[in-house]
């Protein structure tokens, strides 16, 4: 069975040293007083929870899985589940990063992230069930009456209750302008929901007392396509005004989904059968209010696939030191053994790095956005809020596909390490590679963030947020270009912003001539913007690490992170060139063949 440790001194060196993000927060009024002693404390306590107490329960639930009652349409969730969900609630961990005002703590999102990651390495399925509930916290924090916050907000801070998101239906997919659920206004201010919904995750389980739904509907008069859609909250038991739970709402399970991974998440598809609901927002403006939810449910999709590659990397390298396999061609390297450890094969080490990387670029770039994110929540500087919610809104689509894609790469390279052990069950790395599947799937593909990054967040403002970026990456390029020992860093992140505004420019061209041109590029685009912020992000990394050596540090953790920097503008950053290249290519070997010679 895998095993976790959180890694904890690679998340203080991401926060502490790459970033001073307690010098950062603290410049935001509601974290005055965070100081970096919270900060280790709750990384150190969130990683004991995650690897103590939910980590055992990954293995078991993926076999286990969730299991429908027909007849009264509950879920069970697989054993163990619920008794940790209480454990969670317990621990206030529900309201780590959650407004005062309802009951939260009130700590930055920087440091909800950091618990998120390790959560997802410890268990995915697990993790659902309460990081739903963030998204729903948010979207009726943004957009609910004043009497919905009252009534909702505290018992999600508490976890008391749990939220979801019913967006999909059958017909439908990602095109929420098709679909079809109706909601019929009542006398009494209401709405009657009528309509089906699939893929639902953690629709329907027996964690907590109630689930808030936050459904897509139609209005009877609504215009057709995405701007006839509403959103409404549907609430599994209809709540009293003390809060107290009432009659059960016709919002029901109706089947659970046979997947590919994930088996411990309950995926639901979902009948509203006259279900009652409110509407949240304005009539006909709810796939915008929704977007709240979803933005925060792409970012978490993200961290779902660090925490993956994260785990994943530490079972292989484990396995690696232990497993011998034939000997080194340089000659043996553990001549008292019949063979050497595989870790001394070089091939071996590509897999194995290729992970870390992975696993370390991508935490350092949802710290990073992180903190941008904590920024536009609470900075009382309207330039600096502006400036930060551009910058959150480019980096999402990338967070969402280039770390889901990485871990993709990753999870599989993991198990490639241990040969035909890794195809078995019992080892636990066939079941990452297949919970890690479904990331680049949901909440949108990875060829919608493609399409959003370059056609919305590139073009659709002519590069302003781009352009910002970049000239944040050049004025470190500029500060630090004049070190000779950091040469081999940057001048290839130069190079590279460079070529991103280039193609960016040549892009944009195209697509006043031909608007199929973005969609034959942006897949291959983001993959490159994503190596942008990796090698600008692995670049401070490493200045930080020689830093620290140079004044006399003999932490291992330093040498290791330069060595890492090295494999990932060796190995990793070249992809770019054929990405590039790709993209320039054209959409014209795409469309040309006729539909009927597929």
Excluded at 133 to 162: D, F, I, M, N, V
Aim: proline share 5%.
């Amino acid at each position: 069975m895998p095993t976790y440790t959180p890694p904890i001194r690679d998340l203080q060196f991401v926060l502490h040293e790459m970033f001073d993000a307690v010098g950062t927060l603290k410049q935001l009024p509601p974290h005055g007083e965070l100081d970096a002693d919270t900060v280790n404390a709750v990384l150190e306590e969130a990683g004991k929870f995650a690897a103590g107490v939910i980590a055992p329960l990954n293995a078991p639930g993926d076999i286990q899985g969730c299991t429908l009652d027909r007849d009264t349409h509950a879920v069970r969730t697989p054993e163990g589940f619920k008794a940790a969900y209480q454990a969670y609630v317990d621990g206030g961990w529900p309201a780590l990063s959650v407004d005062p005002a309802h009951g939260g703590q009130g700590l930055p999102l920087t440091l909800n992230q950091c618990l998120y990651e390790m959560l997802n390495s410890a268990n995915q399925a697990w993790t659902m069930y309460p990081g739903l509930s963030h998204g729903a916290y948010e979207c009726l924090h943004a957009h609910g009456t004043p009497e919905q916050k009252a009534l909702y907000l505290p018992r999600l801070t508490s976890g008391e209750w749990t939220g979801s998101m019913c967006l999909t239906e059958p017909h439908c997919g990602t095109d929420l302008g098709l679909l079809r659920t109706k909601a019929e206004p009542q006398a009494d201010g209401s709405f009657r929901l009528t309509g089906q919904k699939i893929f639902i995750s953690a629709g329907e389980h027996d964690l907590a007392a109630n689930i808030v739904h936050l459904v897509l509907a139609r209005l009877p008069d609504a215009p057709a396509g995405s701007k006839g859609i509403s959103l409404f909250i549907c609430p599994k038991f209809i709540p009293q005004a003390d809060g107290g739970l009432g009659a059960r709402n016709p919002v029901f399970c109706s089947g659970l989904e046979h997947k590919m991974g994930i088996h411990g998440n309950s995926t639901c598809q979902m009948t509203l059968d006259g279900a009652t609901g409110w509407l949240v927002g304005q009539p006909n403006k709810g796939l915008a209010a929704m977007f709240v939810m979803m933005n925060a449910a792409r970012l978490g999709v993200g961290c779902q696939s660090l925490g993956l590659t994260e785990v994943a990397y530490q079972n292989a390298v484990t396995y690696a030191r232990d497993r011998l396999q034939m000997r080194a061609l340089t000659g043996p390297k553990a001549p008292d053994k019949p063979a050497d450890p595989i870790i001394v094969h070089p091939d071996v080490r590509r897999m194995l790095l290729t992970a870390r990387a992975m696993a370390e670029g991508g935490r350092a770039l949802l710290v990073y956005t992180a903190l941008q994110l904590d920024t536009a929540l609470a900075s009382d500087d309207a330039d600096e809020k502006a400036a930060a919610e551009r910058r959150v809104a480019l980096l999402t689509p990338v967070v969402k596909a280039f770390l889901t894609d990485n871990g993709w790469t990753a999870t599989s390279a993991c198990m490639q390490v241990y040969g035909g052990h890794g195809y078995i069950r019992e080892w636990g790395m066939e079941q990452f590679v297949r919970d890690a599947r479904i990331n680049m799937i949901y909440e949108g593909t990875n060829t919608i963030q493609s399409l959003d990054l370059l056609g919305r967040k590139v073009l659709g403002d002519n590069g302003k947020a781009l352009k910002e970026f970049g000239r944040e990456i050049a004025d470190w390029v500029e500060e630090h270009g004049v070190t000779e020992s950091m040469q081999e860093f940057v001048n290839p992140l130069a190079d590279l912003g460079d070529k991103v505004t280039k193609l960016s420019t040549e892009l944009g061209m195209k697509a006043f001539g031909n608007a199929d041109e973005v969609g034959g590029a942006a897949v291959d685009y983001l993959r490159v913007v994503g190596h942008l912020c990796f090698a600008y992000l692995f670049a401070r990394a490493a200045q930080v690490a020689q830093a620290r050596i140079a004044a006399g540090s003999d932490d291992p953790h330093y040498r290791a992170k330069l060595h890492v920097a090295r494999f990932y503008f060796a190995k990793l950053l070249p992809e770019t060139a054929a990405l590039i290249r790709s993209a320039r290519s054209g959409v014209g070997s795409l469309m040309a063949m006729e539909a009927d010679l597929f």
